[in-house]
């Protein structure tokens, strides 16, 4: 089992920045990736970047070259750093670590990212 501890988020106006945490416990080990999805009210879940334990980094094309994803493995902590916010990018921000087989999916329990323009 892996636990997902969510942190940061909150309000912040339109340009600004600001940086969600997320830290695993637990059987670390069988985490392949972590990464953040969003999920918008009345939209679907989608995926804002993962990054694997070989350090490869995925991001959704609207938050390229705005987000950056990264990681501490000491502290088994995955930071998202977002800039130049956008109202488009408000959302409830969850945490995601996937296994080894890529079968088992754990999630946090979410932290809302509000926009205002």
């Known amino acids: 089992q892996v636990q997902l501890v969510e942190s940061g988020g909150g309000l912040v106006q339109a340009g600004g920045s600001l940086r969600v945490s997320c830290a695993a416990s637990?059987?670390?080990?069988?985490?392949?990736?972590m990464g953040w999805y969003r999920q918008a009210p009345g939209k679907q879940r989608e995926l804002v970047a993962d990054i694997t334990s070989g350090g490869s980094t995925k991001y959704a094309d609207s938050v390229k070259g705005r987000f950056i994803i990264s990681r501490d493995s000491v502290k088994n902590t995955v930071y998202v750093q977002m800039n130049s916010l956008k109202p488009e990018d408000t959302a409830v921000y969850y945490c995601?670590?996937?296994?080894?087989?890529?079968?088992?999916?754990?999630w946090g329990q979410g932290t809302q990212v509000t926009v205002s323009s």
């Open positions: 995601n670590a996937v296994s080894w087989d890529r079968v088992i999916s754990y």
């Open positions: 637990g059987s670390i080990s069988s985490i392949y990736a």
